[in-house]
């Protein structure tokens, strides 16, 4: 059973800055791209941060650019996302998802992802 589980969520206020974890299990972890994506209210699922198998490629949104780190312990099968200088826009729910890409690809896309967390709750606070 494939599970992804987000960790470490929370109220902070702007200015501030949280890591949210990625737990996963039951898939070859090595062999994903790991993505985070979050969706505020009312708002569209939207991609946030990208990794590759490696580790060695990554790709931010613009709104993430600067300020969020992805990062990955493939002997932990953990995926991290370091958030710094929140914003208030940056309150929403934090997804982790995972896209089976052996070749080491990297897609922002939501339709490429097969596998998703329930989610985390950020909340940035003005």
């Known amino acids: 059973q494939v599970q992804l589980v987000e960790s470490g969520g929370g109220l902070v206020q702007a200015g501030g800055s949280l890591r949210i974890t990625c737990a996963v299990s039951?898939?070859?972890?090595?062999?994903?791209?790991m993505g985070w994506f979050r969706q505020a209210p009312g708002k569209e699922r939207e991609f946030v941060a990208g990794?590759?198998?490696?580790?060695?490629?990554?790709s931010y949104a613009d709104s993430a650019k600067g300020r969020f780190t992805i990062s990955r312990d493939n002997a932990k099968s953990t995926v991290y996302l370091q958030m710094n200088s929140l914003k208030p826009e940056d309150t929403a729910v934090y997804y982790c998802?995972?896209?089976?890409?052996?070749?080491?690809?990297?897609?922002?896309?939501?339709?490429?992802?097969?596998?998703w967390g329930q989610g985390t709750q950020v909340t940035v606070s003005s």
């Open positions: 039951g898939l070859a972890f090595r062999g994903y791209t």
């Open positions: 998802a995972a896209d089976y890409s052996p070749t080491g690809g990297l897609c922002s896309a939501y339709g490429c992802y097969d596998h």
């Open positions: 990794i590759n198998m490696s580790g060695g490629r990554t």
